[in-house]
């Protein structure tokens, strides 16, 4: 899967969710060892939402940052898009599903009218998608001026004395978990080839500033394996 780019890769990445959405929420907290929740939450947090402030949730999978944005901000109207149905449908069906406006989108080429949103973020999408600069593109656009944008990935581990073991649980425990709970060994081998060949931190940092963000910063997480960065549209 590695060596597809473009359509290709964007038809197989879709199949894939589609084949593990039922499953895709449980093996994230296995495969984190429940932290991924912390990181919505920190996520959420840089956004600094204003009351009634319109955010946009791309990549959304079933919905669990929509969620979080809601929890943290009752008063936030929240939108949540994703290219993979079976995601949607299974976001929908969550208690509390109703209070989010759910869309099938493509993350590169979103159906919203430019300057809608005062925020958007998304949850492990940027490694996914086919062109980042694309994606980032469209959240640039779809964001009001001064409107914050926040991205919680994957990001390839460091060198260093944790490296073999970080490795271990890459390559043999991330696909094991797959192969017991989703019955689907590829599209958890998919994950840990797509974590080590995206961008680093430091690269993304670099490629959302070229897309127009100012004040870009980032966190590492999970022994430098997962990053939260942030930017601002100018004003």
């Given at each position: ?8 890769r ?10 593990i959405a039922?499953?895709?929420d ?22 600094e939402i ?8 791309g ?8 969620f979080e944005?809601?929890r ?5 109207r929240?939108?949540a898009?994703?290219?993979?149905a079976e995601m ?23 159906p919203?009218a430019?300057?809608s949103f005062?925020g958007t973020?998304s949850?492990f999408l940027m490694r996914?998608?086919p ?12 964001l ?9 990935d ?10 073999p073991?970080i ?5 043999y ?14 599209a ?23 897309a127009?963000?100012?004040t870009?910063?980032f966190?590492?997480r ?5 990053a ?6 100018d004003?």
């Amino acid at each position: 899967m590695t060596d597809l780019s473009g359509t290709e890769r964007a038809q197989y990445v879709q199949r894939m969710f589609g084949r593990i959405a039922p499953r895709y929420d449980l093996l994230n907290r296995l495969m984190t060892l429940g932290q991924d929740i912390r990181w919505r939450r920190e996520a959420v947090r840089h956004l600094e939402i204003e009351p009634g402030g319109l955010i946009l949730d791309g990549g959304t999978g079933t919905g669990d940052l929509a969620f979080e944005v809601l929890r943290q901000h009752p008063a936030a109207r929240v939108v949540a898009s994703d290219f993979t149905a079976e995601m949607v449908a299974l976001g929908r069906q969550r208690p509390g599903g109703e209070c989010i406006a759910w869309v099938i989108a493509d993350a590169q080429c979103l159906p919203f009218a430019s300057d809608s949103f005062d925020g958007t973020l998304s949850g492990f999408l940027m490694r996914n998608v086919p062109d980042v600069d694309m994606a980032l593109g469209e959240q640039q656009r779809v964001l009001k001026a001064g409107g914050r944008l926040v991205s919680l990935d994957t990001t390839p581990p460091r060198r260093n004395l944790l490296q073999p073991f970080i490795k271990f649980h890459l390559h043999y425990i991330v696909p094991l978990l797959g192969r017991i709970i989703a019955g689907d060994p590829e599209a958890y081998t998919y994950l840990p080839d797509s974590t080590e060949q995206f961008l680093t931190a430091e690269k993304l940092a670099e490629r959302m500033g070229a897309a127009g963000f100012r004040t870009v910063d980032f966190v590492r997480r999970m022994f430098g394996t997962v990053a939260i960065h942030w930017g601002r549209k100018d004003s």
